[in-house]
């Protein structure tokens, strides 16, 4: 059996309302997934760790489902990822070249963690946690340095079984996928190139990205 995570991403101008867009970007993707509407589906937040609906992690709350979303955004750009099967869903994005503040630095890794190669190797292994956090529910709740990877395996931290992999969106972004509790032989990753999407007023509640510390330097 194959199970196909479906990802969708736009670049945001200036003239973008960042978090409609992104709101608009994860339904689509969840329609996708379920072959659905877009405008059928409803999303909220649900905070794992005190059980508010007020924020937290994205959840699909209509039609009644399994599937599973998560959302992203870094510079300018906004990335989606939705899911039928496993267990937890995790994606996140980055520029490339973009240089992780001191504070996030010095925690991105375990002790004696070595970094993915390549010269944005320590952005890649940071896009990589926080896309395994997000799907094990508890995002940066978690420090990152109790999860340790080799390349893409993860080899300590929330229990799995896990599935993560690099997503080439583009030369200038970084993305990674994770999914936990995967029960499949295989898992395919589908991608919508720079999508447009209707943007409807977001509820009160809205979506947006997952609030996350800052991972550039001031100013940048």
Do not use: N
């Amino acid at each position: 059996m194959t199970v196909t995570i479906h990802v969708a991403w736009r670049r945001l101008g200036p003239e973008d309302d960042a978090r409609a867009a992104s709101d608009a970007l994860a339904r689509r993707a969840v329609a996708t997934a379920l072959g659905a509407d877009a405008e059928s589906v409803e999303l909220g937040r649900r905070c794992p760790r005190c059980g508010s609906r007020g924020h937290g992690a994205p959840v699909v709350l209509s039609p009644a489902s399994p599937a599973r979303v998560s959302l992203s955004r870094a510079d300018g750009v906004t990335v989606a990822a939705a899911v039928v099967g496993p267990e937890g869903l995790g994606v996140d994005v980055e520029r490339a070249g973009t240089m992780l503040a001191r504070e996030v630095a010095d925690v991105a890794l375990a002790p004696g963690e070595v970094p993915a190669q390549g010269p944005d190797g320590l952005l890649v292994s940071w896009v990589r946690k926080e896309a395994v956090l997000k799907a094990a529910g508890t995002g940066l709740a978690t420090d990152p340095r109790a999860l340790r990877l080799e390349g893409t395996r993860v080899v300590e931290g929330p229990d799995g079984p896990w599935w993560l992999a690099d997503v080439d969106l583009d030369g200038d972004l970084v993305v990674a996928v994770a999914a936990r509790g995967v029960k499949v032989a295989k898992i395919d990753v589908e991608v919508e190139v720079e999508v447009e999407v209707s943007v409807r007023d977001a509820p009160a509640a809205g979506l947006g990205a997952q609030a996350r510390p800052a991972t550039r330097t001031p100013g940048s």
